[in-house]
Nanobody, 123 residues
Framework: QVQLVESGGGTVQAGDSLRLSCVGS????????MGWFRQAPGKEREFVAA????????HYADSVRGRFTISRHDAENTLYLQMNDLKSEDTAVYFC????????????????WGQGTQVTVSS
């Protein structure tokens, strides 16, 4: 099983950018499709972005499309989320996750999760 560790979170101003990283523990990382989710206090975990095997296709939530970019570098077992033009409503704990099946937007489709990294956007 792959272990995932996120980093790159922090506190920024509205309009700023951040890049989140998620490193997998071994080379099985390339066997998984990957996703980013977020969870704000008192809210359910929600889908942010997903990328298929080999990076051939990406998916985004409407709320982040055009501002966030998901990418992967399998040779380095790393997943990224470039977040631009951040807004206060982007404040949440961000999780990366790995899956072997479809339904990219559903948390239940993911087998492995990182511990999360906090992103706080002040207006």
């Amino acid at each position: 099983q792959v272990q995932l560790v996120e980093s790159g979170g922090g506190t920024v101003q509205a309009g700023d950018s951040l890049r989140l990283s998620c490193v997998g523990s071994d080379r099985t990382f390339g066997n998984y499709a990957m996703g980013w989710f977020r969870q704000a206090p008192g809210k359910e975990r929600e889908f942010v972005a997903a990328i298929e095997w080999g990076g051939v296709r990406t998916h985004y939530a409407d709320s982040v499309r055009g501002r966030f970019t998901i990418s992967r570098h399998d040779a380095e077992n790393t997943l990224y989320l470039q977040m631009n033009d951040l807004k206060s409503e982007d404040t949440a704990v961000y999780f990366c996750a790995a899956r072997t099946y479809t339904n990219y937007a559903h948390p239940s489709a993911y087998d492995y999760w990182g511990q999360g990294t906090q992103v706080t956007v002040s207006s």
